[in-house]
Protein backbone atom coordinates (compact mmCIF):
# COMPACT_ATOMS: atom_id res chain seq x y z
CA UNK A 1 0.00 0.00 0.00
CA UNK A 2 1.57 3.12 -1.23
CA UNK A 3 1.72 5.83 1.65
CA UNK A 4 3.83 8.57 0.29
CA UNK A 5 3.38 10.07 -3.52
CA UNK A 6 6.10 12.65 -4.58
CA UNK A 7 5.33 15.30 -7.47
CA UNK A 8 6.89 18.34 -8.52
CA UNK A 9 9.70 16.78 -10.45
CA UNK A 10 10.35 17.64 -14.16
CA UNK A 11 12.97 19.47 -16.85
CA UNK A 12 14.98 22.61 -16.12
CA UNK A 13 17.55 24.43 -17.32
CA UNK A 14 21.00 25.05 -14.45
CA UNK A 15 20.15 28.02 -12.48
CA UNK A 16 16.66 26.77 -12.24
CA UNK A 17 14.17 26.03 -9.36
CA UNK A 18 11.80 23.41 -8.67
CA UNK A 19 9.84 22.56 -5.81
CA UNK A 20 9.04 18.53 -4.91
CA UNK A 21 6.17 17.76 -2.40
CA UNK A 22 5.84 14.03 -0.75
CA UNK A 23 1.89 13.37 0.33
CA UNK A 24 1.21 11.74 2.55
CA UNK A 25 -1.70 9.30 2.48
CA UNK A 26 -4.58 9.31 5.15
CA UNK A 27 -3.65 7.61 7.95
CA UNK A 28 0.23 8.11 7.47
CA UNK A 29 0.71 11.51 10.02
CA UNK A 30 4.19 12.48 8.81
CA UNK A 31 4.57 14.75 11.90
CA UNK A 32 5.10 11.49 13.66
CA UNK A 33 8.07 10.15 11.28
CA UNK A 34 11.43 11.31 10.56
CA UNK A 35 11.03 12.51 6.99
CA UNK A 36 14.26 12.56 4.14
CA UNK A 37 14.69 13.23 0.81
CA UNK A 38 16.79 11.04 -1.37
CA UNK A 39 18.41 10.85 -4.30
CA UNK A 40 19.64 8.12 -6.84
CA UNK A 41 21.22 8.75 -10.55
CA UNK A 42 21.90 5.98 -12.82
CA UNK A 43 24.96 3.85 -12.14
CA UNK A 44 25.25 5.30 -8.78
CA UNK A 45 24.09 4.79 -5.14
CA UNK A 46 21.09 6.33 -3.13
CA UNK A 47 22.32 9.31 -1.59
CA UNK A 48 21.02 11.14 1.02
CA UNK A 49 19.78 15.09 0.29
CA UNK A 50 18.49 16.58 3.69
CA UNK A 51 16.54 15.05 6.51
CA UNK A 52 13.99 16.64 9.15
CA UNK A 53 13.67 15.22 12.48
CA UNK A 54 10.88 14.70 14.80
CA UNK A 55 12.41 15.25 18.32
CA UNK A 56 13.81 19.08 17.49
CA UNK A 57 12.93 19.72 13.94
CA UNK A 58 16.26 20.34 12.87
CA UNK A 59 17.26 20.01 9.62
CA UNK A 60 20.22 18.17 7.90
CA UNK A 61 21.19 18.69 3.96
CA UNK A 62 24.41 16.99 2.19
CA UNK A 63 26.90 19.21 1.71
CA UNK A 64 26.69 18.97 -2.18
CA UNK A 65 23.23 21.01 -2.00
CA UNK A 66 23.56 22.83 1.60
CA UNK A 67 22.57 26.62 0.33
CA UNK A 68 20.40 25.73 -2.53
CA UNK A 69 17.88 23.10 -0.97
CA UNK A 70 15.44 23.57 2.16
CA UNK A 71 13.48 20.70 3.03
CA UNK A 72 10.14 21.38 4.58
CA UNK A 73 6.80 20.20 6.35
CA UNK A 74 3.59 21.04 6.16
CA UNK A 75 1.31 19.73 9.16
CA UNK A 76 -1.73 20.51 8.04
CA UNK A 77 -1.14 19.41 4.15
CA UNK A 78 0.41 16.10 5.93
CA UNK A 79 2.56 16.83 3.13
CA UNK A 80 6.77 17.11 2.99
CA UNK A 81 9.09 19.36 0.24
CA UNK A 82 11.93 20.31 -0.91
CA UNK A 83 12.51 23.45 -2.64
CA UNK A 84 15.24 23.18 -4.60
CA UNK A 85 17.30 26.00 -5.94
CA UNK A 86 20.44 27.02 -8.13
CA UNK A 87 20.09 23.60 -9.50
CA UNK A 88 23.23 22.04 -11.37
CA UNK A 89 23.04 19.38 -13.84
CA UNK A 90 24.55 16.89 -10.92
CA UNK A 91 21.52 17.19 -9.28
CA UNK A 92 19.58 15.52 -11.99
CA UNK A 93 18.39 11.98 -10.17
CA UNK A 94 15.10 10.37 -9.49
CA UNK A 95 14.23 11.67 -6.47
CA UNK A 96 12.92 9.80 -3.25
CA UNK A 97 10.59 10.87 0.09
CA UNK A 98 11.30 8.73 3.17
CA UNK A 99 9.95 8.19 6.47
CA UNK A 100 11.38 6.54 9.57
CA UNK A 101 9.44 6.05 12.87
CA UNK A 102 12.76 5.62 15.27
CA UNK A 103 13.49 9.18 16.16
CA UNK A 104 17.43 10.46 15.85
CA UNK A 105 19.19 13.58 15.52
CA UNK A 106 19.07 12.84 11.77
CA UNK A 107 19.84 10.29 9.26
CA UNK A 108 20.65 10.45 5.90
CA UNK A 109 20.95 6.43 5.74
CA UNK A 110 18.65 5.04 3.48
CA UNK A 111 18.64 1.80 5.54
CA UNK A 112 16.91 3.30 8.14
CA UNK A 113 14.08 4.57 6.47
CA UNK A 114 10.65 2.21 6.56
CA UNK A 115 8.45 3.93 3.98
CA UNK A 116 9.45 5.51 0.48
CA UNK A 117 7.68 7.12 -2.03
CA UNK A 118 7.93 5.58 -5.72
CA UNK A 119 10.20 8.82 -6.76
CA UNK A 120 10.36 11.66 -9.24
CA UNK A 121 12.32 12.36 -12.12
CA UNK A 122 14.98 15.58 -11.79
CA UNK A 123 16.37 16.84 -14.81
CA UNK A 124 18.57 19.87 -15.17
CA UNK A 125 20.36 20.56 -18.34
CA UNK A 126 20.74 22.78 -21.23
Known amino acids: QVQLVESGGGSVQPGGSLRLSCAAM?????????VAWFRQAPGKEREGVSC????????HYADSVKGRFTISRNGVRNTLYLQMNNLKPEDSAIYYC??????????????????WGQGTQVTVSL
Open 98 to 115: AAKLLATDGSLIPEEYDY
Open 52 to 59: LTTRTGET
Open 26 to 34: RGFALDFYE
